[in-house]
Each structure stands twice: as C-alpha cells, then as structure tokens.
C-alpha cells in the first residue's frame, strides 16, 4: 500500500474512530461562506461519536454558520460546543441570525448538550434572542454549564436569558429530567439590578448551582440582595464571585445572611465591590456561623477600616482549608497593615494573607460625614418608617409599635428621661417586651441607647435602668431572628466607633451609655464574638469618647475580660 494511501486511511479513522472532540480552536480563520467553512463541514459530517466541536477563535459569518449548521443537523451525540470569540470582526446584525441557525440544528439533532459557551462574543440583547429557544428545547435539559462571559447583554438581554432559563427548568421538570445547571458565567454583561433581579429569580428556581461567576456587571445593593436570597435556594455552591459590583452595607449584610447556612463554599470573591466595613462585620459574623470548607475570601478594595479588617481576620481563624485572605486596597494605614499581619500571624495563617501593598491608608476626618452611598437619606428614611414610624438612627420617633403604644411609653421614646422611665412603673420591662420588633436589631440598639441615655448612680434610677436593658437585650439575644452583628454595628455607629453608611442625627455620647454597655457585656447572654467584635473598635478608635473616658476604660476592660473566658 503506498504511502499515501496509509495517510489518508489514518486521517480517515482517526476521523470515524478516535476521540470524541473536533477542535479548531485558536486558528483565527475568516468564515464567511459556503465555500470557506467546505473542510470544516466535512469533518463534521464525517466525524461519528462527534461530542465536543470548538470553534473559538475564529470569525464566522451568517452563511457559513449555516453550512455548519447543516452538518450539525445529525450529530446527535454532540454534549459540548465551545463557541466562545468567533464573532469578531462581525456586524452586530449578523450574529444573531448566525447563532439562530446553529441552535436550530441542535434541535433538529436532538442532542443533549452538558456545555455551551459563547463568551467574548459582543451580540448585546439581540444575541440572547437568537439562541432563547435552544436554551429553552429539551436540547438543553441536560445542560450543566452555561458561559456568556463579556456577551455585553446589558439588563434587557439578561431577563431574556432568565426568562429562557426558568421556562427550561418549567418544561424540564414536567418532562421528569429538571435542568440541573451547576456552572452559570456571565462577567462583564452591563447586567446592572433589573438583569441580575431577573437572573436571581431563575436561580432560585433552578436550585443546582455550584459556581456563579457574575464580576462587572454594575449590580448595586437591590440586585446583589436579590442573588443573595437565590444563592440560600443553591445548597451546592461552591464558587461565589461578584468581583467588582457595588454592594454598601446592605448588599454585603444580605449576601453574609446567605452565605451562613451554606455548607459547601470554596470561594468567595467580594473584591472591589465597596462593602466597607459595616458589611465585613457581617461577613465576619456569617464566617464564625458557617463556611466552615472555606478556601479563599476576596475582600480587597473595600473602604474597610483597621478594626473592621481585624474582626474578619479573627473569625477566620477556624478555618482549616483557608489558603487565601485578601483584604488589599482597603482602609489600613501602615500601623492597621502590620496590626493585621501581626493577628494572622499569631494565629498561624500569616501565609494566607496576601499582600497589603495598595492598601489606601486611613480615611481623612473631613470625609467622615461624606455620603458617596447610591442610597439617599430620604430613600432610607422612607424604607425604615415603614417598618414600624421612626427614622434610624436619629434619637427621634419611636421604634415601637406606634398604634398600641402606651402614651406613657411613646413619650419617654420621643424624649427619654429619668423621671419618665420610673413613671412607667413596675411594668416598664413588659411594656418595652410587648411592643418592640425584637427581629430589628437596629432598633433595639436605638432603644437601649434612649434608655441607657438617662442612667444616673441615684439608686431608683440606676436599677429600673439596668433592670430594663438587660431584660430586653437578654429576649432580644435568644431571639432566633435577632442579627446580633447588626446589634453590635448599630451601637458602634451612635458611639462613633465605626462610620455609617446612612447620614443621621448621631447621639451625643454619655457615660451611662458606657456603664449600662459595660453591664449587660458582662452577663453571659451577650455573645462572646460581638464582644470581640465591640473591643476590637473600642481598641482602636477609643479617642473618639475621651469625654467619658472613665467609662470607656471600664467598659474596656470588661470587654477584655469577657473575651479571655
């Protein structure tokens, strides 16, 4: 047999008989009709089993999509294309007929795709139209990874792509084979709060996730709270990034609220997402409650602060796979670095932490007060009066239950005094008990403070102080709905201990703040790990309440001694 032949006898069977993938990956061919895509089409025609077709890194235009599309009419088994970057040079207006013909074929096959990825293809909403009902025939029940990395689908094309997702799992799961979609990437789409909302309510839906990778998308707190009630619906995830969204604190208190009871989670990848440091005490806290296979966390570029960064660093600290900590770029100063290298180090982690070098250093005082949050006062005034007619934070308004209020106890809460407190009587604590929300642990903190604001040494008065705040905070801290991390931020930010988000009235800091505080710290309902969190603050901005220094010293060494038993 000539030489030749044996060539073209191997090229055959390697065709017919070896591997399950076709690969032109990388070639950088132009496609742009019949004639230039013949090789391709015979390839696939003649390749049986075919499995995996890569066309990535190549242009391919309307006619040549559909020669091809012809050819993968019949291939039935087919379960991956890899059609990421095959677009470029194209007209905007070309692509969606392009990929209308391809999905087309898939149906016609009947295969049963596992894999399909189309990222860095720039087709915008459109694009999304033209492969909508591939993603919603039975070719793509099975489908388990979905990867429209950079596709520009903006907002619109994002609740197309939800949309066509929740009618594949709907129709799935009447066919009795639900999709079980475990791998979901679409970083850099412009997808902002409408488009990731959309995609939140097909996550919820589908319930199989295991890596969600969504960075750049302009998604602030509405959208990033709408993911997160959607990832407690996902048990499996492993991979959370999010990397560069707009989170503030409550985006980042929703998403720790999810994370807690998640069992599975590798890595987190909240980098560059402003979740400053409120947010990281809620992080903190989902840290100590649950991810306990965490490998890596990405809080970097965050506005967090010393005392903040120093409070996640001690809630990782029982963390046994923990490989990576990176809180780069935030809020340090070059003291706060080597605080926080010292801490790592003591617990034995100082090689997980990655490097400090663009840390931005402490904030200046003159922008304390700035508010550079999405969220105005107005917007936030308007979302807590309707929880139950008061303004947080300001000292004024009741948190209570208005409407059954005794008028006794709504005028101490307007304008709280001594001698109003004690004319409450024998009954104050159960007047308090019947008509707080002790789920809002915000408020709960407003009220301890409206209370401990009138404490004095008189006898009578200190005791009905005491006796109150430590009933209620003893109720609120066995509340099984009670966010005692929200509790601990809330006093922080009306001492002065830790800058808020939200512009309010702060309260004029007295020293039997400090004294009913430093009681009710040392009585064994108050948790050991918002202690730490309290001294951790207290620790490194105390020049904040030189005006009751004694008292701060007092509450200071208590918070000490608590956290050491």
């Excluded at 009947?110 to 025939?137: M, Y």
């Excluded at 412009?190 to 890596?211: C, V």
């Excluded at 980042?252 to 997402?273: E, H, I, K, P, T």
């Excluded at 982690?349 to 007060?369: K, M, N, Y």
Aim: proline residues 3%; charged residues 25%; contains cysteine.
């Amino acid at each position: 047999m000539a030489s030749e032949d044996i060539v073209q006898l191997t090229e055959a069977f390697a065709k017919t008989h070896v591997g399950e993938e076709l690969s032109y990956k990388g070639q950088g061919l132009k496609l742009d009709n019949k004639q230039s895509v013949e090789k391709i089409v015979r390839d696939i025609e003649q390749f049986h089993g075919l499995k995996s077709l890569k066309l990535e890194g190549n242009t391919i235009g309307v006619e040549a999509a559909q020669a091809i599309a012809k050819a993968l009419a019949s291939k039935k088994e087919l379960q991956r294309c890899y059609w990421s970057d095959m677009f470029t040079g194209r007209l905007r207006s070309e692509i969606p007929s392009a990929l209308k013909s391809l999905s087309r074929a898939l149906i016609t096959s009947g295969a049963q795709l596992t894999e399909l990825d189309l990222s860095d293809n720039a087709f915008g909403p459109d694009g999304v139209k033209g492969i909508e009902a591939l993603l919603r025939s039975p070719v793509c029940y099975s489908l388990q990874e979905l990867r429209l990395n950079n596709c520009g689908m903006g907002a619109e094309g994002g609740r197309i792509l939800a949309s066509a997702l929740s009618d594949c799992y709907k129709q799935s799961h009447a066919a009795g084979s639900p999709l079980k979609l475990k791998v979901f990437v679409a970083g850099r789409n412009r997808l902002e709060n409408d488009g990731a909302t959309a995609l939140a309510h097909a996550f919820k839906m589908i319930g199989s996730l295991e890596m969600v990778h969504m960075p750049q998308n302009g998604i602030n707190h509405p959208g990033i709270t709408a993911l997160a009630t959607a990832i407690q619906h996902n048990p499996n995830l492993c991979v959370l990034n999010l990397n560069d969204n707009t989170f503030t604190k409550r985006g980042a208190v929703a998403m720790a609220q999810a994370l807690r009871d998640l069992r599975s989670v590798q890595v987190v990848n909240f980098g560059d997402c402003l979740v400053r440091s409120e947010g990281a005490i809620a992080i903190a806290a989902a840290l100590r409650e649950g991810l306990p296979v965490l490998k890596e966390l990405n809080l970097s570029f965050g506005e967090i602060s010393e005392a903040a960064a120093l409070v996640v660093a001690r809630a990782v600290r029982d963390k046994p796979d923990l490989e990576k900590l990176d809180l780069n770029g935030n809020c340090l100063g070059e003291d706060g670095c080597e605080a926080l290298r010292e801490a790592m180090e003591s617990m034995s982690q100082g090689g997980v932490l990655t490097s400090l070098s663009d840390d931005e250093g402490e904030p200046d005082e003159e922008d304390e007060d700035e508010e550079d949050d999405d969220e105005t006062p107005e917007e936030d005034e308007e979302e807590q009066s309707c929880v139950n007619g008061t303004d947080h934070g300001t000292g004024e308004g009741s948190p209570a239950k208005e409407s059954l209020c005794s008028p006794d106890l709504l005028s101490f809460l307007h304008s709280p005094t001594s001698e109003k407190l004690l004319s409450l009587g024998d009954k104050r604590t159960q007047l308090f008990e019947n008509q707080l929300n002790f789920s809002d642990a915000a408020k709960i903190a407003e009220v301890f403070l409206q209370i401990s604001s009138v404490y004095k040494e008189d006898p009578e008065v200190k005791q009905a102080v005491l006796e109150t705040t430590d009933t209620l905070l003893r109720k609120a801290f066995s509340s099984p709905h009670f966010q005692n991390y929200i509790f601990i931020s809330s006093l922080m930010v009306n001492l002065g201990l830790l800058k808020g988000e939200v512009r309010f009235k702060k309260v004029p800091v007295l020293p039997g703040h400090l004294l009913v505080l430093e009681y009710c710290v040392g009585q064994e309902y108050f948790p050991v790990d918002q202690a730490d969190v309290l001294e951790a603050f207290l620790s490194r901005n105390g020049k904040v309440l030189e005006s009751c220094s004694s008292a701060r010293d007092a509450l200071k060494t208590t918070l000490e001694k608590r956290i050491t038993v």
